[in-house]
């Protein structure tokens, strides 16, 4: 005998999932520009934003996640706990072109997010449908490893609670309202989702807050821990 646990539909395309929440107007503002990996495309959004995240299109727990800079005298790319400088674009896109052959990546403007103690910090809400309807399962923070800038706990990262973990980056006059902005657009992002991805059922949304407390989406998570 076995028992089934029904999870709910799968999406591993973070392209795909971006692409249904760009369809709701009042979520475009969370969402980082985003587009598919090209040279072309990665030397215009250097020139717009000045930091990128270079990410694979299905991939979790940060794996082959890359910080990518425009610096005064040429550009760096971070990689695991390193960092790598080289003077042209060109050496860049030679750099990147090795680390992203085997997948699809795609590029997403760089957030500059909140920290503690200088390790940057993000939001999981992990959001489940149950025959009453959806519920919440979890707010937490997630401190990057010291030396990364990827939060994953997968890769080191510090579990808080949500509280904790924006009283400690932005100050305790933010708690309330930073958690009810991300209740908010959760239970908004969710109601896109099902529409586009019926049978969807467990969703694990990832939040960064910027230093200037701006709630950002960076990716949803259909197969959440
Ligand atoms: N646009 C971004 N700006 C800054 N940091 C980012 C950005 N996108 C991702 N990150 C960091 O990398 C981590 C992993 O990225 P994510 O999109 O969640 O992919 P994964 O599926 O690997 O978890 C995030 O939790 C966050 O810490
Ligand atoms: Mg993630």
């Known amino acids: 005998m076995f028992i089934q646990v029904y999870q709910g539909r799968q999406l591993?395309?973070?392209?795909?999932?971006?692409?249904?929440?760009?369809?709701e107007r009042s979520i475009v503002p969370h969402i980082p520009p985003t587009r598919k990996y090209s040279p072309g495309q990665l030397y215009s959004m250097l020139?717009?934003?000045?930091?990128?995240?270079?990410k694979p299109i299905v991939g979790t727990g940060g794996g082959g996640v890359i910080k990518v800079v425009r610096e005064n005298s040429g550009y760096s790319h971070t990689y695991r706990n390193k960092t790598y400088r080289v003077g042209s674009f060109q050496a860049?896109?030679?750099?990147?072109?090795?680390r992203t052959r085997k997948r699809r990546y795609l590029i997403q403007k760089g957030i500059h997010l909140?920290?503690?103690?200088?390790?940057?910090?993000?939001?999981?809400?992990?959001?489940?449908?149950?025959?009453?309807?959806?519920?919440?399962r979890a707010l937490v923070g997630r401190i990057a490893k010291r030396g990364l800038f990827v939060t994953n706990l997968s890769q080191g990262?510090?579990?808080?609670?949500?509280?904790?973990?924006?009283?400690?980056s932005l100050?305790?006059?933010?708690?309330?309202?930073?958690?009810?902005q991300m209740r908010a657009l959760t239970v908004l992002s969710t109601r896109v989702l099902e529409r586009k991805f019926p049978g969807i059922g467990q969703l694990g949304f990832d939040y960064g807050i910027d230093r200037q407390g701006k709630i950002w989406i960076f990716e949803v998570n259909t197969r959440p821990h």
């Open 12 to 23: 591993a395309s973070k392209w795909a999932k971006t692409e249904a929440l760009l369809s």
């Open 92 to 98: 860049l896109a030679q750099a990147l072109r090795s």
């Open 171 to 180: 100050g305790s006059a933010y708690v309330k309202e930073k958690k009810a």
């Open 47 to 54: 020139q717009q934003h000045g930091m990128v995240v270079v």
């Open 157 to 168: 990262g510090d579990l808080v609670s949500a509280s904790q973990g924006i009283r400690a």
């Open 114 to 136: 909140a920290t503690v103690n200088g390790r940057p910090i993000d939001y999981r809400v992990k959001y489940v449908k149950t025959h009453k309807g959806w519920e919440y």
